[in-house]
């Protein structure tokens, strides 16, 4: 696991230009780093040395030293692989020279035979090519900037920041698709030029011209099996995921909460030593749950009590961190876990991706439990939504709008904050990206597919990639620990993606299937949990005083007066600290993005 960065283009001092670049993402690899630097090419990587650790530095060179790669990731099932490309001549036991081989063998289809989480530059001096990719599910992160006849690369944007060709400006026309969906949701970042390439895409840079392809994409073939054998397919493809991730040649720990995903995950993989964060307000805290689990498989439980003093004073650091705002307020918990983690073990795995590949989400039953309001005709649906739109927002106004509405009009995700209507009146510039044009491709790629399946692709390709892993990465990797997702692999996505939707959702659960399969490992009541999330309580703190006066400070800045209209954000605020709205994801989004805007763009980083 590592950082990357690197530039196609001549430079003066180039070596020190890239050592910056590195430097400043050196918390993604502490443990050694590493340059190339030749004509117009340089690469360099950041090292957390976790396989072959005096074998593996990089950059990394194939036998005839044509080709040079840096790579930040863990390929799975590289000593399969090796015995795939039996004649080549390997002089390392890592799984990143394998990449090396590998695409001398397949070329650009190198990243379809690779399992596991990946974003790499290789360099073919010969072609004069520069070849990358990212993992079909985006766990690894990959950035480009293209500017007066360069191309930068890195694994975290920020790293763009000391290349001299760099121009930092801010990309305005993304805060209205941010505001909706919590985070940035496309292709194109806060920052003008930077792009991210999607997850299942390759970049080839030749010849001044950039070339993206596509070499993966999401499918779901249903298949109706019976139950039983489904369950029990869904625990073999776990059981195997879970011992591919576990390789390492360091100590490997796990994330584990109070709910489903993480109980399995260590109920197979019965790490030595399991972490856990809660809060000092009890109905918050699920900490003894964790407790609870570890006891009963007699491993090492660590946990960690947050303070609303200790998130405040680290949320700075955090979206720092994450380079592009982001409001899930589980992101500051998230650094505290990681943290407590670092403190013992470099690798540690956790249960990302289990609602997006099985039916976790409670909005995915609607399909089932209001099944009856669907056979109403849609033009009467339609017309009670258009009434409903103009009566206050409570829960049972919103379930009529949403029934009467297509899904492609108003489905962005389990996460929604803002619609559009209420931007038109909080921002004060118009909003030139529209939801639904982000979306639509996604839609039409699955059009003819049950509402499900449609939720479920939105929400891989929008909540879980671009939020969830996001910050999973972030996190982990602020604090130098490499986070490992069993649930995010081809092989369980194989079976996951077939399940037809009672083994998802019923009436009276969801993962239905994936329930029955954990229920046979786990020696707790874990697998019959509700999704909860991450609990966090922003929601009271914003009430108190400090925190209250902090984000009214925001809602009064320069930079909010800029872009909002900033007595709707106050009434906002001082409706949700009298108790008479709850505003807080709301308030908490727009506070985040003013945070955030303030480090990168008011002060020197």
């Known amino acids: 696991m590592c950082g990357i960065a690197g530039f196609v283009g001549k430079e003066k001092n180039m070596k020190k230009v890239l050592k910056n670049m590195t430097d400043r993402i050196k918390h993604r690899g502490p443990d050694a780093e590493g340059f190339f630097v030749r004509d117009d090419v340089a690469l360099g990587q950041r090292r957390l040395s976790i396989i072959d650790i005096e074998g593996g530095k990089q950059p990394m060179f194939s ?81 480009y900037y293209q500017n007066n006849g360069s191309l930068l ?74 139950y039983n054998e489904t369950v029990e397919k869904i625990g073999k493809v776990m059981e195997d995921s879970v011992k591919h991730h576990m390789i390492s040649d360091v100590e490997v720990g796990s994330f584990l909460s109070s709910g489903i995903d993480s109980s399995y995950i260590v109920s197979l993989s019965k790490p030595d030593k399991t972490y856990t964060v809660g809060y000092d307000i009890p109905r918050y805290d699920e900490s003894n749950y ?27 650091k955090v979206l720092y961190h994450m380079d592009e705002p982001a409001s899930d307020p589980a992101i500051v918990a998230l650094y505290f876990l990681a943290n407590l983690a670092s403190q013992d073990v470099k690798v540690v795995l956790s249960g990302e991706g289990a609602d997006e590949f099985f039916g976790g989400y409670n909005s995915y039953r609607e399909e089932v439990d209001y099944s009856f309001y669907n056979k109403v005709p849609f033009f009467i649906r339609h017309m009670v939504a258009k009434i409903c739109q103009k009566l206050p927002p409570v829960r049972g106004i919103n379930f009529l709008v949403r029934r009467g509405m297509t899904l492609e009009e108003n489905y962005i995700g389990v996460n929604k904050v803002w619609n559009e209507n209420e931007l038109k009146k909080i921002l004060k510039k118009p909003i030139t990206l529209k939801n639904q044009d982000i979306t639509k491709p996604v839609y039409d790629e699955f059009k003819g597919k049950s509402n499900l399946i449609k939720m479920q692709a939105i929400d891989i390709n929008f909540w879980l990639i671009k939020d969830i892993l996001q910050k999973a990465d972030r996190m982990t990797m602020a604090n130098s620990v490499e986070g490992r997702v069993p649930f995010i692999d081809k092989e369980v996505f194989k079976v996951a993606s077939s399940l037809p939707l009672e083994y998802k959702v019923t009436k009276e659960n969801t993962k239905v ?93």
């Open 63 to 143: 036998k005839d030293g044509n080709i040079v790669i840096v790579f930040n990731g863990e390929i799975y099932n590289y000593q399969d692989l090796k015995e795939e490309l039996k004649e080549y001549d390997f002089r390392t036991n890592s799984d990143t020279e394998v990449l090396i081989y590998g695409y001398l063998k397949w070329g650009k289809e190198l990243p379809k035979h690779l399992r596991g989480m990946f974003s790499f530059a290789l360099y073919d001096m010969k072609e004069k090519l520069l070849f990358c990719a990212r993992d079909p599910f985006g766990i690894k992160p990959f950035y």
């Open 153 to 226: 690369f890195a694994s975290e944007i920020k790293a763009f920041l000391d290349h001299p060709k760099f121009e930092k400006k801010f990309n305005e026309k993304i805060l209205s698709a941010y505001l909706s969906f919590s985070f940035t949701p496309t292709t194109e970042t806060f920052f003008e030029g930077v792009k991210r390439l999607d997850a299942g895409h390759t970049l080839i840079y030749q010849n001044n011209e950039l070339t993206i392809d596509r070499y993966y994409k999401l499918e779901f073939p249903i298949k109706k099996e019976d």
């Open 290 to 316: 964790a407790k609870e689990l570890a006891d009963k498989l007699g491993i090492q439980n660590k946990q960690k009590i947050i303070t609303k003093e200790e998130y405040i004073e680290v949320l700075n």
């Open 513 to 605: 299937a994936l329930r029955s399969a954990a229920k046979k490992v786990i020696p707790t009541e874990a697998y019959k949990k509700k999704k909860l999330g991450f609990p966090v309580p922003v929601r009271d703190w914003m009430r108190d005083d400090d925190l209250y006066n902090i984000i009214k400070n925001a809602f009064t800045s320069d930079v909010a007066k800029k872009y909002f209209n900033i007595e709707k954000l106050l009434k906002l605020l001082e409706q949700h600290k009298n108790n008479k709205k709850d505003n807080y994801r709301k308030i908490w989004n727009v506070f985040c993005f003013i945070r955030w805007y303030q480090i990168f763009f008011e002060k020197e980083v």
